[in-house]
């Protein structure tokens, strides 16, 4: 089975704070992704990575910035939280095509998600 | 344009009801259309998707119903069950090579069934 696993379940922050979301994923995939989830908005990619130390942005990355440095494991960091990050985080992993192709039609498997609150 | 929208925000259905979620698109570049349930304390996971050569696919008692004139796509829950209440999303993404295959959500909708 497609595990991805994320750091924590519940984290508590204080505005300013740097706050680091990592996620690792077990099968060897490709692609990795950070949402965020809220209410009403349902999910919105922060970043994406294709590959080890590639990254794309989404469509809401103020604020946000990721690291990959190893195939499993890709971290989220708010370089200084501010109330309105308060959110579910949600980290997803998919395999890639083959032959240079990518976005076939992989599935995404996500972790349980991270509920951070910024005070 | 690169919007989904989902509706109802909310869903009450009777056990062995159907439920129907509908989502709208705009961008006719999309060409595949997954939906994905979560259940609370859990992530999204898939449940399933159609492409737009196909108007409905059905697996057991989930079926997606495709229009591809009006850009619609509906999930329909045949029979629902009290473990369907979750949370469902549709989805909407381009495929193929030189597309990153990232996927656009709906708001999300809740679906309760009452025993």
């Known amino acids: 089975d497609v595990k991805v696993t994320q750091s924590s379940r519940y984290l508590v922050k204080r505005t300013g704070e740097k706050v680091f979301l990592e996620c690792v994923q077990d099968m060897d995939h490709e692609n990795m992704f950070w949402y965020r989830q809220d209410p009403g908005l349902g999910l919105r990619l922060i970043y994406f990575?294709?590959?080890?130390?590639?990254?794309e942005k989404g469509d809401i990355p103020e604020g946000y910035s990721v690291s990959r440095e190893k195939k499993e494991r890709f971290s989220l960091i708010l370089e200084s939280a501010s109330t309105n990050q308060t959110s579910m985080y949600l980290c997803?992993?998919?395999?890639?095509?083959?032959?240079?192709?990518?976005?076939?039609?992989?599935?995404?498997?996500f972790g349980p998600g991270t509920r951070l609150t910024v005070l | 344009q690169q919007q989904v929208k989902q509706s109802p925000q909310s869903l009450i259905v009777q056990k062995g009801g159907i439920s129907i979620i509908n989502c709208a698109y705009e961008n006719t570049a999309f060409d595949y259309f997954p939906w994905y349930q979560q259940f609370p304390g859990k992530g999204p996971a898939l449940l399933i998707a159609?492409?737009?050569?196909?108007s409905e696919k059905k697996e057991g008692r989930f079926t997606i119903s495709f229009n591809k004139s009006a850009k619609q796509f509906s999930l329909h829950i045949m029979d629902s069950q009290p473990g369907d209440s979750a949370t469902y999303f549709c989805a909407a993404s381009i495929l193929g090579s030189g597309n990153t295959g990232k996927l656009i959500f709906g708001q999300g909708t809740t679906l309760q069934v009452k025993p």
């Open positions: 159609i492409r737009p050569d196909v």
């Open positions: 997803a992993s998919r395999a890639s095509g083959t032959s240079g192709r990518i976005a076939l039609l992989k599935e995404q498997f």
């Open positions: 990575s294709y590959d080890v130390k590639m990254k």
